[in-house]
């Protein structure tokens, strides 16, 4: 949906997310500050066979700039390796997006190149469990 122009209307995204809290392969974590207030957001939704995941992160525009986002990816990466036995971490990210490109980057995400998603410019950065990610 992050790659759609179009808005969504409440109902299809409470179905939507019903159906994301109902997935087995679907993982989604709440990044809090140090006060226990929510920050942001990360969903990884694996393949049926759970060695690949895509990530989807969100921080409040409120608490952006402020190292969220790479600690919480970081964060939510680590305990999805805990969790399951994921290989590999996607992430596509609009190429102009160069606040999140630095984050995925910081957060040890490697670029491997472009992509076109829905006629939009992008990056496709991949993270892969190495033993000390175990």
Known sequence: KSFSPNPISWENHRAWFSEKMKD???FIYMGLDGKGFPVGQIRFDCTKD???AVVDVHVDPAKRGQGFGVRLIKEAVIKLAKET???TVNAMIK???TASLRAFTKAGFSDVGEKTIQGIDARHFTWKRTPSSE
């Open 24 to 26: 087995k392969q679907c």
């Open 50 to 52: 759970g060695s690949e």
């Open 85 to 87: 036995d994921v290989q």
């Open 95 to 97: 190429s102009e997006n």
